[in-house]
């Protein structure tokens, strides 16, 4: 193993082909929501806080950092690792403790503000036609349970912090633990003697 080519394993360059594809759907998510923000006016409302935004983009750095470290088998690709899992770890944490803030990837979405009551009586749209007499009356709007995404993003949050937990054990057995023995071990071996050249050749 040299500092020039170094020895990947194959699942060492599945990681990295990984980390790029992810780090590269991330950024592309990011651009084209700033896009969109900028095009259109219907969601005035929505306000992402700095700190949303700050660890979106750090997230995409380490990902292409540690892509790279990897790829050339350097050790602080574990320490890359290490800091997107902690990071993970602690967005997962605060959208624990805040969950409001899950469903919109940590957008700050402040409550309607309240309407005013009227004192005239309310009267209720008629109801839709073609319908059958007695049927109950159903919206075409029903609302929408968020427990359910909250759920879903709890799921796919914690199955990503068990793969860069992974990530980060693969990276330790390999770059940590295993290579700074196998360099130790060549710098032990002693040098192979090398064959004496006879010139010019002895006499006959």
């Known amino acids: 193993m040299t500092e020039d080519q170094p020895d990947r394993p194959q699942l060492a360059i599945v990681i990295c082909m990984y980390e790029l594809f992810a780090g590269g759907l991330s950024l592309a998510a990011v651009l084209l929501a700033y896009a969109l923000l900028s095009i259109t006016s219907r969601v005035p409302h929505i306000h992402t806080p700095w700190w949303s935004t700050l660890t979106t983009w750090l997230?995409?750095?380490l990902s292409f950092s540690a892509a790279l470290m990897l790829w050339r088998m350097h050790r602080?690709?574990?320490?890359?690792f290490s800091a997107k899992f902690l990071l993970g770890v602690g967005l997962f944490i605060f959208t624990l403790l805040h969950p409001g803030n899950v469903t919109t990837g940590g957008s700050a979405i402040p409550n309607p503000p309240p309407q005013k009551t009227s004192p005239y009586k309310v009267i209720?749209?008629?109801?839709p036609q073609n319908v059958p007499l007695g049927a109950p009356y159903q919206r075409r709007n029903p609302p929408i349970d968020?427990?359910?995404?909250?759920?879903?993003?709890?799921g796919f949050r914690i199955f990503f912090?068990?793969?860069?937990?992974?990530?980060v054990l693969y990276t330790y057995m390999l770059l940590?633990?295993?290579k700074p023995q196998q360099l130790e071990a060549q710098n032990a071996a002693p040098p192979s003697p090398q064959p004496r050249s006879s010139w010019p050749p002895p006499p006959q």
């Open 59 to 61: 997230s995409i750095a």
């Open 76 to 80: 602080s690709a574990f320490f890359l």
């Open 124 to 127: 209720p749209p008629p109801p």
């Open 146 to 154: 968020l427990s359910v995404a909250r759920h879903i993003s709890y």
């Open 161 to 167: 912090l068990v793969l860069g937990a992974s990530f």
């Open 176 to 178: 940590i633990k295993t």
